[in-house]
């Protein structure tokens, strides 16, 4: 009898573990999947003013948007449909902000106008592996770009963000449940077709067109819902620093959307001898790279 009893004890201290063992497992799993849940987002617009620290940037970026190749946005002109559903992916290798240091950021913001305006974007996503600190300042270092030194942010948050990038041509940049892009400078070959030409950008005054393969935007929350695959694609290098902008150096700074380069455009365009885009041979490359690409 004192057997069968010990027998029976061993058998509920068994299960007891195995028990303890499957909530622990069951609790772990929980954790890890909460981690991976983005992070609070803010509902309540930010205000940002520029506190005047000096700041400079290094990198890429590339944009996507609903217009035809070439952006008419990035001659001073107004977007192809009336509407410009632009998305910047911002990887920043080096930089500074005072004395925060920027350098591993990746980030995506989307607004209206190919960037154009940034005095109000619709969404700002940080990858989570930014700290508070650097999220901070480059929104400082946004509300420096325009004339008020300020910039309000309807909605921003923080998230996992995965950017695969091959030979810095290729760009797979997903935020799970939200974005989807893929761009590649080379259009499928070895080197990149197109020339760099001057272009109306808050991160450089030049941009590459890229194939725009795909583009897809979905954030109920930011009012965020569509899918323009296809369209339009650029890239920018990016080495930029509050300097440029005291100087008034940035092509960006005399948009007034009267359909061409303005004086004042290509003043800065002739200082810098940057290349004149030349819209109807662009436009014919582009039809020529998707031509080869569906044979």
Known sequence: MADVKRIHDR??????FQCLCAAMFLLLTCAWAYAQLPAPTSRQPKMIHYDGADWHLKGEGIVCCPCTVPCPCRTNSQPSYGHCEATLYLRVRQGHYGSVDLSGMQLVDSGGMCAISY????ALYFD?????A???????????FGSKQEAEFPYVRVTPMNAEIIGNHFFKIVIPGILD?????????DDAPMPEV?????????????????????????NLDFDYSRRQANYRPVDLSIQ???SQSMLIQFVD????????????????HLKIPQVSAIRQETLRLRDARRH
């Open 11 to 16: 058998s509920a201290q068994t299960f007891t």
């Open 119 to 122: 005095q109000r974007l619709a």
């Open 128 to 132: 989570r592996s930014s700290t508070p």
């Open 134 to 144: 650097q999220q901070a300042a480059y929104m400082k270092l946004v509300a420096s």
């Open 181 to 189: 892009m893929v761009v590649d400078r080379n259009w499928g070959g």
């Open 198 to 222: 001057a272009a109306p950008d808050h991160f450089s005054n030049v941009i590459q067109y890229a194939q725009n393969i795909r583009y897809r935007m979905h954030d109920t929350a930011a």
């Open 244 to 246: 440029q902008y005291r």
């Open 257 to 272: 959307g009267t359909g061409w380069f303005n004086p004042k455009q290509m003043a800065i365009i002739q200082s810098q």
